[in-house]
């Protein structure tokens, strides 16, 4: 049903910005909430950011809420996660996520991407 492909990662000096993208293939972004998450080596995957299909409210957790911003774009079918102040402790793998519930638990989400690619250097 649900075929995300994220993008927009890359290598960034701290203090600098990214934009990620995330698009919806199958056109299915409507009934669910889309969210963003982060897994850095050895660690557990951590919510980032969520929104509603419709896009009327956002969550954010406590170490982006400040510097993060998570928007969508029904048209395109695409969720973006604005990246700005980046720190070395952003660096990690992001995904994009669709779900039926706001959770900051992975567990609760049930599509994912493959993942993106975030570093950022000293």
């Known amino acids: 049903q649900v075929q995300l492909v994220e993008s927009g990662g890359g290598l960034v000096q701290t203090g600098g910005s990214l934009r990620l993208s995330c698009v919806d293939s199958?056109?299915?972004?409507?009934?669910?909430?889309m969210g963003w998450f982060r897994q850095a080596p050895g660690k557990e995957r951590e919510f980032v950011a969520l929104?509603?299909?419709?896009?009327?409210?956002?969550s954010y957790a406590d170490s982006v809420k400040d510097r993060f911003t998570i928007s969508r774009d029904g048209a395109k079918n695409t969720v973006y996660l604005q990246m700005n102040s980046l720190k070395p402790e952003d660096t990690a793998v992001y995904y994009c996520?669709?779900?039926?519930?706001?959770?900051?638990?992975?567990?609760?989400?049930?599509?994912w991407g493959r993942g993106t690619q975030v570093t950022v250097s000293p």
């Open positions: 996520a669709a779900g039926r519930r706001r959770s900051s638990n992975p567990s609760d989400w049930v599509t």
């Open positions: 199958g056109r299915t972004f409507s009934p669910y909430y």
């Open positions: 929104i509603v299909g419709s896009g009327a409210s956002t």
